[in-house]
T-cell receptor
Framework: GIQVEQSPPDLILQEGANSTLRCNFS?????LQWFHQNPWGQLINLFY???GTKQNGRLSATTVATERYSLLYISSSQTTDSGVYFC????????????FGTGTLLAVQP | KAGVTQTPRYLIKTRGQQVTLSCSPI?????VSWYQQTPGQGLQFLFE???????NKGNFPGRFSGRQFSNSRSEMNVSTLELGDSALYLC????????????FGEGSRLTVL
């Protein structure tokens, strides 16, 4: 079936370090989003990026749709960046149905 | 502009009961979808509605149902609750009918005892 896979599953960083999170998807996508889940469970939108590159402060994302992957870059990480990061894709059809990856749990240590 | 609003935020039920969760989308958004998050299964798609029509349904038993009203507000219902239904239920809305950016509410956290 259609799959969205994230790596690494867990990541521990020291404050100030940079990191790259990866998302692979098994088919062509019509939508690709990155989220950060806050401690209360809400999914916070980071990027809507079906293709190309976007930047927002210390975060940036790149989706290479033809090669079926997306990358989330976090630079100069801060303890507040800790949490779970999800990518999710809409694959095929006239739909807004998102298929989520299993997430990357990021811990930034002071 | 207000975000996606879900009520109630927390609730506790016992096995066999039923529950109704509500979602008010961002003003002007007609697409609403629901997701269930559990530690074991992750984030799974439940339903998708657009203009009061269910367009997709995830792989859940018939105990899970939903609907969307003419003002785009949506409800989901779970009947005959089981312990495994304990989860965070998330609602999302989009301004586009397909492939749009989804915005999520804070979720309804259901505990079944």
């Amino acid at each position: 079936g259609i799959q969205v896979e994230q790596s690494p599953p867990d990541l521990i960083l020291q404050e100030g370090a940079n990191s790259t999170l990866r998302c692979n998807f098994s088919d062509s996508v019509n939508n690709l989003q990155w989220f950060h889940q806050n401690p209360w469970g809400q999914l916070i939108n980071l990027f809507y990026i079906p293709s190309g590159t976007k930047q927002n402060g210390r975060l940036s994302a790149t989706t290479v749709a033809t090669e079926r992957y997306s990358l989330l870059y976090i630079s100069s990480s801060q303890t507040t960046d800790s949490g779970v990061y999800f990518c999710a894709a809409v694959i095929g059809g006239a739909t807004n149905k998102l298929i989520f990856g299993t997430g990357t749990l990021l811990a930034v240590q002071p | 502009k207000a975000g996606v609003t879900q009520t109630p935020r927390y609730l506790i039920k016992t096995r066999g009961q039923q529950v109704t969760l509500s979602c008010s989308p961002i003003s002007g958004h007609r697409s609403v979808s629901w997701y269930q998050q559990t530690p074991g299964q992750g984030l799974q798609f439940l339903f998708e509605y657009f203009s009061e029509t269910q367009r997709n349904k995830g792989n859940f038993p018939g105990r899970f149902s939903g609907r969307q009203f003419s003002n785009s507000r949506s409800e989901m219902n779970v009947s005959t609750l089981e312990l495994g239904d304990s989860a965070l239920y998330l609602c999302a809305s989009s301004s586009r009918s397909l492939s749009g950016e989804l915005f999520f509410g804070e979720g309804s956290r259901l505990t079944v005892l």
